[in-house]
């Protein structure tokens, strides 16, 4: 059973769909695409008695958490309780506050060595000491809301008294509800993104394929910031000499900080990386696969998905060998006008089949 609906479930759906391992699939709720290659259930994403319920009836033995919500709200631990020999895929909700709350991850970071920008959190009862630290700082100026906020809650401006206005908007005006009561303002780091997944069983891992995703709607990388509008693997600076820096800087201590730190940790860490004149920085966790970074970096793996996720499951990681593609593969997203603000929705989609060449996830 994979839980979620977006291009990233339909990605993980399409791969698990391959192996001979699999008897039947589920998807829940799904989108339109799942549809045609599992069965959807119509249960909310976030529904922990519902997936549970569903797990008994449809004599599921693997659960593969695709959104961040569920992960952070507690689902796997809860789903763990419950259901003995259910393999999870997904780390508990403490291994999820590397995602569910940006002062955690970064004090995690700062007690590892891991490198990151430096950053200072704000709320209420100290925004004008946050007003000040504004100051203090070389523009641009990056907030962060704390809490989850799909996506979208960071902003960067080079104008100071627009930054102050910032703050004030996040934590006073509530711009992202409760997950902004608490803002992060960060150092801003000046380089190129790109993105790191591995897949751990809490004292291993593996290395996916990396991946870059660019955010904003207009062509050249113009206009407004989306929840991504494509993605491409492999990243063509992220060499041999950059990865064994990513290795060796950032992946090994944080799965030491979570074997460390006693995590129930066995599913995916993705990385969002930025780097600085050949030197990679952390500039967030996410706990999950990205979205739409997943529909190129599936692609690219030729291992057994479903045999790599049992290893995480029952803590083998350490004895499997991941085989990758070399090819490139990249995803562009097709959107309704209107996106990321106000759009129509419900218009019907018609794709000629077959498209040479390209796989098509739906969203």
């Known amino acids: 059973l994979i839980i979620g609906s977006g291009g990233r479930e339909h990605a993980l759906a399409w791969k698990i769909k391959q192996s001979p391992h699999l008897d039947k699939l589920f998807v829940a709720p799904g989108n339109g695409g799942t549809h045609s290659i599992a069965t959807n259930l119509e249960i909310n994403a976030n529904d922990v008695e519902a ?19 569920p992960l952070v709200n507690g689902m ?18 403490e291994g999820a506050k590397l995602e569910g709350s940006k002062e955690f991850a970064k004090e995690f970071m700062e007690k590892y060595g891991i490198p990151t920008g430096r950053a200072k959190v704000f709320d209420k009862t100290n925004i004008e000491e946050g007003y000040a630290f504004l100051s203090s700082q070389n523009p641009p100026y990056v907030l962060k809301a704390d809490g ?3 996506g979208k809650g960071v902003l960067i401006t080079e104008d100071i008294d627009e930054a102050k206005q910032n703050l004030d908007d996040l934590i006073i005006g509530e711009k992202f509800g409760t997950s902004s009561a608490r803002v992060l303002v960060e150092e801003f780091l000046s380089g190129i993104e790109l993105s790191v997944f591995v897949l751990t069983d809490g004292k291993d891992y593996v290395i996916l394929p990396e991946a870059k995703d660019y955010k904003r709607i207009g ?12 993605a491409v693997s492999p990243v063509i600076f992220a060499d041999k000499t950059f990865m064994e820096k990513v290795e060796e800087r950032i992946i090994k201590p944080t799965i030491k900080g979570i074997s460390d730190e006693g995590m129930d940790y066995h599913g995916f860490v993705f990385f969002g990386l930025i780097s600085v004149k050949g030197d990679p920085y952390v500039i967030e966790y996410n706990v999950r696969m990205g979205d739409p970074e997943t529909e190129v970096v599936i692609p690219r793996i030729k291992s057994d998905l479903v045999e790599l996720l049992e ?11 991941l085989e990758v593609e070399p090819f490139t593969a990249t995803t562009v997203m097709t959107v309704s006008e209107g996106y990321p603000g106000a ?19 739906q969203a």
């Not at 997936?51 to 919500?69: C, L």
């Not at 062509?219 to 494509?230: I, L, R, S």
């Open 51 to 69: 997936v549970k319920s569903a797990v008994e009836e449809n004599d599921i033995q693997m659960v593969v958490v695709g959104p961040e919500d």
């Open 76 to 93: 796997v631990d809860y789903l763990k309780k419950e259901l003995k020999d259910v393999m999870i895929i997904g780390p508990g909700s």
């Open 148 to 150: 989850l906020a799909a």
């Open 219 to 230: 062509e050249a990388d113009t206009g407004p910031n989306t929840g991504g509008m494509g």
């Open 311 to 321: 290893a995480t499951a029952h803590a083998n990681l350490g004895n499997v060998t």
């Open 343 to 361: 759009y129509p929705k419900g218009k019907e989609i018609e794709i000629d089949q077959p498209l040479n060449g390209a796989i098509v996830f």
